[in-house]
Nanobody
Framework: QVQLVESGGGLVQPGGSLRLSCVAS????????MGWYRQRPGWGREQVAL???????EYADSLQSRFTNSRVNANNSIYLEVNNLNPEDTAVYYC????????????WGPGTQVTVSS
């Protein structure tokens, strides 16, 4: 089965930056999209950034000036650079991908915690 593993989360001070990474593994035939969602305490899961196979990107309107998603690398990995973080960015950040294996399926990583605090 396909697995996603996120890394790079942790504690950062307001105004700081962070780079989150995600690596996909397993019987992947084709990655159509790969990107990030987040879930803040007490909130539903929000789309952060996506990238498609051809390099097209999609960002949440409220985040696109601070968050940048990489293209999918040769090892089926991506990273998300987040800048000028504030406490409201505190959330679990999840990697997501839509891939072709034996059929088209969506997979989620277990998430990585980002905490923004002084």
């Amino acid at each position: 089965q396909v697995q996603l593993v996120e890394s790079g989360g942790g504690l950062v001070q307001p105004g700081g930056s962070l780079r989150l990474s995600c690596v996909a593994s397993g019987p992947i035939g084709y990655i159509k999209t790969m990107g990030w969602y987040r879930q803040r305490p007490g909130w539903g899961r929000e789309q952060v950034a996506l990238i498609d196979h051809d390099g097209g990107t999609e960002y949440a309107d409220s985040l696109q000036s601070r968050f940048t998603n990489s293209r999918v690398n040769a090892n089926n990995s991506i990273y998300l650079e987040v800048n000028n973080l504030n406490p409201e960015d505190t959330a679990v950040y999840y990697c997501n991908t839509y891939v072709l294996t034996q059929r088209w399926l969506t997979y989620w990583g277990p998430g990585t915690q980002v905490t923004v605090s002084s």
